[in-house]
T-cell receptor
Framework: GQQVMQIPQYQHVQEGEDFTTYCNSS?????IQWYKQRPGGHPVFLIQ?????EVKKQKRLTFQFGEAKKNSSLHITATQTTDVGTYFC???????????FGKGTSLLVTP | DTEVTQTPKHLVMGMTNKKSLKCEQH?????MYWYKQKAKKPPELMFV???????INESVPSRFSPECPNSSLLNLHLHALQPEDSALYLC???????????FGPGTRLTVL
């Protein structure tokens, strides 16, 4: 079945440093979604990418979808302590409603 | 109203108890989901309801029984659970397939 691999598992940065998390799928995705979960919280939708090669920006966050629609990345420029949390990618393989979540990247930002 | 609500927030139950988790959304979403999440793990899909019909059951044990009384409500009935079922149970909804999912705050379940 479809698998979505996400790396790294953990990342510890100093405030102001950049951060990137990567997702790779074993199959072509119809779209990929990104969620953020704060410690003790629930996943919150960040963005959905649909088109091959798509790039979207939200303030300091940049999301990319690969040309083959099998990989994606989330890059945060100049991290802040408010960026702390676990970032999940979730791929939709066009099989219906089931999203396949990556294992997540836990980001810790120290001031 | 752009939120998904879940009750209760916390639940402690014995292995012989019967309890229910409740989820509600008033965004007019036609798909609703139950996920189970263990600590430091991603959400694990359990069930999907689409237009009030069960469309996906990810081989979940029968001690978990979902119910969708109407388009705004989703229940998860629990019976004879095991300690390993202790987890955060998340409800989510989406407008339709392949749209973003809105998650509720979850019910933190402990089975003794």
């Amino acid at each position: 079945g479809q698998q979505v691999m996400q790396i790294p598992q953990y990342q510890h940065v100093q405030e102001g440093e950049d951060f990137t998390t990567y997702c790779n799928s074993s199959t072509t995705l119809s779209n990929i979604q990104w969620y953020k979960q704060r410690p003790g919280g629930h996943p919150v939708f960040l963005i959905q990418l649909v088109k091959s090669g798509e790039v979207k920006k939200q303030k300091r966050l940049t999301f990319q979808f690969g040309e083959a629609k099998k990989n994606s990345s989330l890059h945060i420029t100049a991290t802040q302590t408010t960026d702390v949390g676990t970032y999940f990618c979730a791929g939709d393989s066009n099989s219906g409603y089931a999203l396949n979540f990556g294992k997540g990247t836990s980001l810790l930002v120290t001031p | 109203d752009t939120e998904v609500t879940q009750t209760p927030k916390h639940l402690v139950m014995g292995m012989t108890n019967k309890k229910s988790l409740k989820c509600e959304q008033h965004m007019g979403h036609r798909a609703m989901y139950w996920y189970k999440q263990k600590a430091k793990k991603p959400p694990e899909l359990m069930f999907v309801y689409s237009y009030e019909k069960l469309s996906i059951n990810e081989s979940v044990p029968s001690r978990f029984s979902p119910e969708c009384p109407n388009s705004s409500l989703l229940n998860l009935h629990l019976h004879a659970l095991q300690p390993e079922d202790s987890a955060l149970y998340l409800c989510a909804s989406s407008q339709d397939d392949r749209n973003e999912q809105f998650f509720g705050p979850g019910t933190r379940l402990t089975v003794l």
